[in-house]
């Protein structure tokens, strides 16, 4: 049973930074993409940021400059580093991976809550 686990939300002033987590477990042969999305109440699921197994890199537009990506291979595990956060960043953050156990799927996670206060 694969499981993609997310830790490190909360609620943060306008200007702070949170560190996302999401470790993938279970059994797992290999893991391709790995990113975050998010959604805000009455909005859609909107992409903030993938990183390939290679660890190429791809950000929404509105969290360029201020997010970045990155993942442990050995530990199945992405990460997401948030700076100078803004109220409008407030969301519930999903963890996401196409990995193959033992066939190719996506996965998501349950969601973190992030919240900025202004």
């Known amino acids: 049973q694969v499981q993609l686990v997310e830790s490190g939300g909360g609620l943060v002033q306008a200007g702070g930074s949170l560190r996302l987590e999401c470790a993938a477990s279970g059994s797992i042969h290999s893991i391709n993409t790995m990113g975050w999305y998010r959604q805000a109440p009455g909005e859609q699921r909107e992409l903030v940021a993938i990183i390939t197994s290679g660890g190429s890199t791809n950000y929404g537009d509105s969290v360029k400059g201020r997010f970045t990506i990155s993942r442990d291979n050995a530990k199945n595990t992405v990460y997401l580093q948030m700076n100078s956060l803004k109220p409008e960043d407030t969301a519930v953050y999903y963890c996401?991976?196409?990995?193959?156990?033992?066939?190719?799927?996506?996965?998501w996670g349950q969601g973190t809550q992030v919240t900025v206060s202004s």
């Open positions: 996401n991976a196409d990995l193959r156990s033992p066939w190719w799927r996506n996965y």
